[in-house]
């Protein structure tokens, strides 16, 4: 088999090994593919990997030979999945590698918005605490987590391993899910965010969940909520979350991800006030991306051995 890696730069910026990959066949990795070399590079390609790459209808229409799609992420919605099984081409993605990375992260984004130990230790650094008559001095209010009610969009292996930390941290959860439950921690949309002082995304961006959150949606949440999204931008009317900060309208927000990325030197959460945002990097430990190599290549092997893993257009 031949395997084309789209944009490998991100997963394996070169501390890893793609062995497992190329015990396959030839394998050519690119660290970043141009959208119009999509067609070209992929063009005699049996399998294509890619992390952010697209690979809408039109590209896959041109790439005859091609039999399956990998994912290098969970979300797969760069992939057309409706053309690719109309195609015949197999959809794969790695789910739960990233899990115990995500939750770390969005208390890491919880932490800073609530203890802002980024901001304080700056301070120090420039000379404050230094130049201070007082022992101690703090910045805006320091906010503590236990009783506080954690609301979790999304109630998957990610939602349900941030509820585990939270509850760690003696907070109270509250979850929603596509799926009906007889859970009592599951309520609707609607007392979630009324309820909630951190709600944390972490549901798929489908047509249904896109802008989830807008400006009707942040008005029903507390004045001294925080927002944390670590799931896809896509999920937050970004405009209107900027509008809303600078309204003071809610508490803050932490992000990890965002509508366009890299996103451009104007974005207007960028200049928002209360505004934590990390450069999508909730996934990318090395033990992450270990784990998501090993399992791209068990993927590739169970299609080789026409027992398919994984798959998401089936």
């Given at each position: 088999m031949k395997i084309v890696?789209?944009?490998g730069f991100s997963a394996n910026p070169g501390d890893l090994s793609w062995g497992p990959l190329e015990a396959f066949g030839q394998c050519t990795v690119y660290d970043r593919t141009p959208f119009t070399e999509v067609s070209i590079r992929a063009?005699?390609?049996?399998?294509?990997?890619?992390?952010?790459t697209p690979?809408?209808?039109?590209?896959?229409?041109?790439?005859?030979?091609?039999?399956?799609?990998?994912?290098?992420?969970?979300?797969?919605?760069?992939?057309?999945v409706e053309a690719a099984k109309r195609q015949g081409v197999c959809v794969c993605n790695v789910p739960g590698y990233s899990t115990p990375n995500v939750a770390q992260a969005v208390f890491a984004l919880i932490l800073e918005l609530t203890n802002?130990?980024?901001h304080h230790a700056e301070s120090v650094r420039?000379?404050?605490?230094?130049?201070?008559?007082?022992?101690?001095?703090?910045?805006?209010?320091l906010v503590?987590?236990?009783?506080?009610?954690?609301?979790?969009?999304?109630?998957?292996?990610?939602?349900?391993?941030?509820?585990?930390?939270?509850?760690?941290?003696?907070?109270?959860?509250?979850?929603?899910r596509r799926q009906p439950t007889s859970d009592p921690e599951c309520v609707d949309l609607e007392t979630l965010f009324s309820q909630s002082d951190i709600v944390s995304l972490h549901c798929p961006l489908t047509p249904e969940t896109q802008q989830l959150i807008s400006a009707a949606r942040l008005a029903t949440m507390k004045p001294s909520a925080f927002l944390i999204n670590t799931a896809r931008g896509g999920l937050v009317n970004e405009e209107d979350l900027a509008a809303a900060l600078h309204a003071g309208q809610i508490a803050g927000a932490g992000l990890d991800v965002l509508s366009v990325e890299p996103p451009p030197a104007n974005h207007p959460l960028l200049t928002a006030p209360r505004c934590v945002i990390t450069p999508h990097i909730a996934w990318a430990t090395r033990q992450?991306?270990?784990?998501?190599?090993?399992?791209?290549?068990?993927n590739i092997s169970a299609f080789a051995m026409g027992q398919p893993e994984n798959v998401v257009n089936p």
């Open positions: 890696v789209l944009d063009a005699d390609a049996d399998i294509v990997l890619t992390n952010k690979l809408p209808a039109d590209v896959l229409a041109v790439l005859p030979r091609l039999r399956m799609i990998g994912v290098l992420a969970t979300g797969y919605n760069i992939v057309d802002r130990t980024g420039e000379g404050r605490w230094s130049r201070a008559i007082d022992f101690c001095y703090w910045d805006g209010e503590e987590l236990n009783g506080l009610t954690l609301g979790i969009v999304g109630y998957g292996k990610i939602g349900q391993a941030v509820a585990t930390v939270g509850r760690a941290f003696g907070m109270r959860i509250l979850a929603h992450a991306r270990v784990r998501l190599l090993e399992r791209t290549a068990a």
